[in-house]
């Protein structure tokens, strides 16, 4: 594959689980990568990871939080690689704590990672993109930002605003070439999100049933979904969000008998 051939992405989150799988999918495509996170030791995995396989990348420890520490690292990125083609926010912090309960300090540092990071993010890669005349924005977010979820509204309110940030700088970036769009996983198997989400077999068991193909994604199909809307093949596609869930959004039957689950059954 080269469909990414002489381009540059900038992952952020990028030492494991989805950013990590996305970062090598874009390398093996052809393209280089700028991975970056606050813990140095998992970048560098990455960039080995990517290294072994024949692709270029190269890490840069950023709290995203912080706009100076961002702006310098887009600036990095732009003089060694000469330009940043792609964008991936998928830097987050997430946990389940019933709204009653959540404090104030809680909600801040969900906040301030999941919208103001992707904020800092996207505000410095366009002083690049916007120069170049092209780019791709991609945002990490969840379906719940739309219809919300018991214990997650730091979290909804904060993919929230990123899926209308995105909206709204499309429309504003289109006509010099940038694009914006967002990627709605459902559950995945990563290990902070079992550990966050479905710490133990009776919380994995409630996830999996509130997914109609009754599994969960691998790391690979959602990078795979994200090479598509970075890549030439959705250049007419701006402002949306795909969701990839298996259907979990959707909803679950309440009336009449179960149905589909000897079917599911039997596909396992």
């Given amino acids: 594959?080269?469909?990414?051939?002489?381009?540059v992405a900038v992952v952020t989150g990028g030492g494991s689980g989805i950013g990590r799988a996305i970062a090598r999918r874009y390398a093996a495509g052809g393209g280089s990568v700028a991975v970056l996170g606050r813990r140095a030791e998992p970048l560098a995995e990455t960039v080995d990871l990517i290294g072994a396989a024949g692709g270029t990348a190269t890490a840069l420890t950023v709290d995203v939080r912080d706009f100076d520490q961002v702006s310098a690292a887009m600036t990095?990125?732009?003089d060694r690689f000469g330009r940043i083609?792609?964008?991936v926010n998928n830097a987050a912090g997430n946990f389940v704590c019933p709204g009653?309960?959540?404090?104030?300090?809680g909600w801040r540092a969900v906040i301030d990672i999941v919208l103001n990071g992707t904020f800092h993010c996207t505000r410095a890669a366009a002083d690049?993109?916007?120069e170049q005349r092209s780019g791709s924005v991609l945002s990490v977010i969840a379906s719940y930002a739309w219809h919300g979820h018991p214990g997650t509204v730091h979290s909804a309110a904060a993919k929230a605003g990123v899926l209308a940030m995105t909206r709204t700088l499309a429309v504003e970036w289109a006509g010099r070439g940038v694009r914006l769009n967002c990627l709605a996983p459902g559950p995945t198997e990563t290990a902070g999100a079992g550990a966050a989400l479905w710490g133990d077999q009776a919380s994995r068991d409630r996830v999996l049933a509130s997914v109609p193909q009754r599994r969960m994604?691998?790391?690979d199909e959602i990078a795979g979904t994200a090479a598509f809307l970075l890549g030439d093949g959705s250049a007419y596609i701006t402002g949306e969000v795909l969701t990839v869930d298996g259907g979990q959004w959707?909803?679950?039957q309440v009336y009449g008998p179960e149905l589909g689950a000897g079917e599911a059954a039997d596909a396992r």
Avoid: I
Avoid at 1 to 7: H, I, L
């Fill in 85 to 87: 083609d792609a964008l």
């Fill in 1 to 7: 594959m080269s469909e990414f051939a002489g381009r």
């Fill in 76 to 78: 990095a990125v732009r």
């Fill in 128 to 130: 690049v993109m916007l």
């Fill in 217 to 219: 994604a691998g790391t």
């Fill in 100 to 105: 009653e309960r959540l404090s104030a300090g």
């Fill in 250 to 252: 959707l909803g679950k």
